[in-house]
């Protein structure tokens, strides 16, 4: 069964950066959907990002990260990122990447911690 595999996350302080990695460890069609969500202690799963996929789409961007994160695609690669700059306390919590197809695919989740 295709799984997504994240890499990326970790301990920082604030104003630091780290970059989330995603890929699937198989094949994957018909994607509609791809993006990254983050779900803090205690608060729901909410979305970050997610990529424009049609030709001329924009990327959307939650409004608290805005002109900080920015979400991108390696078609090569079979690979999304999640470059995360100025990263602030509240950024913390488990990161989690979304593909859907015919069905939902949802990375294991990756731990940003952010130090003040």
């Known amino acids: 069964q295709v799984q997504l595999v994240e890499c990326g996350g970790g301990l920082v302080q604030a104003g630091g950066s780290l970059r989330l990695s995603c890929a699937p460890s198989g094949s994957i069609y018909g994607i509609t959907v791809m993006g990254w969500y983050r779900q803090a202690p205690g608060n729901q799963r909410e979305v970050v990002a997610t990529?424009?996929?049609?030709?001329?789409?924009?990327?959307y961007y939650a409004d608290s990260v805005k002109g900080r994160f920015t979400i991108s695609r390696d078609r090569a690669k079979n690979t999304m990122y999640l470059q995360m700059d100025d990263l602030k306390p509240e950024d913390s919590g488990i990161y989690y990447c979304h593909l859907r197809a015919y069905r939902n695919y949802w990375g294991q989740g990756t731990q940003v911690t952010v130090s003040s």
């Open positions: 990529v424009g996929l049609d030709a001329g789409s924009p990327n």
